[in-house]
T-cell receptor
Framework: QKEVEQNSGPLSVPEGAIASLNCTYS??????FFWYRQYSGKSPELIMF????GDKEDGRFTAQLNKASQYVSLLIRDSQPSDSATYLC?????????????FGTGTQLKVEL | ETGVTQSPTHLIKTRGQQVTLRCSSQ?????VSWYQQALGQGPQFIFQ???????GRGNFPPRFSGLQFPNYSSELNVNALELDDSALYLC?????????????FGSGTRLTVV
């Protein structure tokens, strides 16, 4: 069973701080990785995807990938109360004729005033 | 550009009944995947449809079935409902079966089985 592991949290950070969310995966053959944000009662919303080792930045968000360590992270700079949500790490894996996302259980982030 | 739309938003069914959930994919997307999300868990892959055929399936029993139509919209059917089927059902569309540019999720259907 291929797995994606995340710390369920909650992770509490003060407003304006950097939030660091981490994820490990078991399938060494995985090629693409996604971070989704999910507000309570809502559906997942894509934040970023990353394919290559290293960092990828988009506004206040930076995704980091280390395939050798099978590790993906998401940094949120200048955290805002509106960033409070559950962050889902997902790995895109081959299944049948296409691909599927395997999700972690999510990390709950709380940004405090 | 329209997003992914799902209907209905909420549904209450009795154990043993059958249910059909519907999804319209995002404009330009030809692939639809269905996920089940139980409370406090990440979404679990049910199956994917591409060119009107099932293109991959997760660890779900045959009473979970689907269809895709020529306009790329899709249905999820669940027969003989069980209490454990209570969950948020999410439809996700993508540009192609590989999903390399990501999957766009609909707002979901909250199914409660009593």
């Amino acid at each position: 069973q291929k797995e994606v592991e995340q710390n369920s949290g909650p992770l509490s950070v003060p407003e304006g701080a950097i939030a660091s969310l981490n994820c490990t995966y078991s399938d060494r053959g995985s090629q693409s990785f996604f971070w989704y944000r999910q507000y309570s009662g809502k559906s997942p919303e894509l934040i970023m995807f990353i394919y290559s080792n290293g960092d990828k930045e988009d506004g206040r968000f930076t995704a980091q990938l280390n395939k050798a360590s099978q590790y993906v992270s998401l940094l949120i700079r200048d955290s805002q109360p509106s960033d409070s949500a559950t962050y889902l790490c997902a790995v895109n894996e081959i299944t049948g004729g296409g691909n599927k996302l395997t999700f972690g259980t999510g990390t709950q982030l709380k940004v405090e005033l | 550009e329209t997003g992914v739309t799902q209907s209905p938003t909420h549904l209450i069914k009795t154990r043993g009944q059958q249910v059909t959930l519907r999804c319209s994919s995002q404009s330009g997307h030809n692939t639809v995947s269905w996920y089940q999300q139980a409370l406090g868990q990440g979404p679990q892959f049910i199956f994917q449809y591409y060119r009107e055929e099932e293109n991959g399936r997760g660890n779900f029993p045959p009473r979970f079935s689907g269809l895709q139509f020529p306009n790329y919209s899709s249905e999820l059917n669940v027969n003989a409902l069980e209490l454990d089927d209570s969950a948020l059902y999410l439809c996700a569309s993508s540009l192609d079966p590989g999903g390399g540019y990501g999957y766009t999720f609909g707002s979901g259907t909250r199914l409660t089985v009593v």
